[in-house]
């Protein structure tokens, strides 16, 4: 079976961020077990320290790339919205030109139309005479 290394690598990180937060998790439930210290003498665990931290760190990378690509996609919308909105105005225009176009030909084939018939009528006219 052929493996995608984009999928495998998004596997990673997740399985990567999944262990990082079980540990955070393991630590914080074991710092709650701990008989109440007062804080000024409670000692920082470095080894909890560094698991928050690269949690919060792979967190951020995922987080950061997830909001990269939805401030693209917000970014494309927002041109597709614009580029509607002037094809819409351009549509409209067209029509009303056709309109008009179409208003001022059925002016004229009137036009033509009356004036043929007067001649017909003027020709009838003259052979009746």
Do not use: C
Not at 9 to 23: T, Y
Not at 26 to 38: C, E, Q, S, T
Not at 72 to 78: A, N, Q
């Amino acid at each position: 079976m052929i493996r995608d290394p984009e999928v495998d690598g998004d596997l990673a990180a997740v399985s990567e961020v999944e262990a990082g937060i079980r540990d955070f998790v393991r630590n914080d439930i074991a710092y709650l077990r701990r008989p109440a210290v007062a804080p000024d003498t409670v000692p920082i665990d470095a080894n909890a320290e560094a698991t928050v931290n690269n949690v919060n760190s792979l967190i951020q990378r995922v987080a950061g790339t997830s909001l990269a690509e939805i401030e693209k996609l917000i970014s494309e919308l927002e041109s597709l919205r614009d580029l509607l909105h002037a094809e819409g105005q351009r549509v409209q225009r067209e029509i009303s030109g056709y309109a008009q176009l179409s208003q001022a030909a059925m002016k004229s084939t009137r036009m033509i139309a009356d004036n043929v018939t007067q001649w017909k009528r003027a020709a009838d006219g003259l052979r009746n005479a």
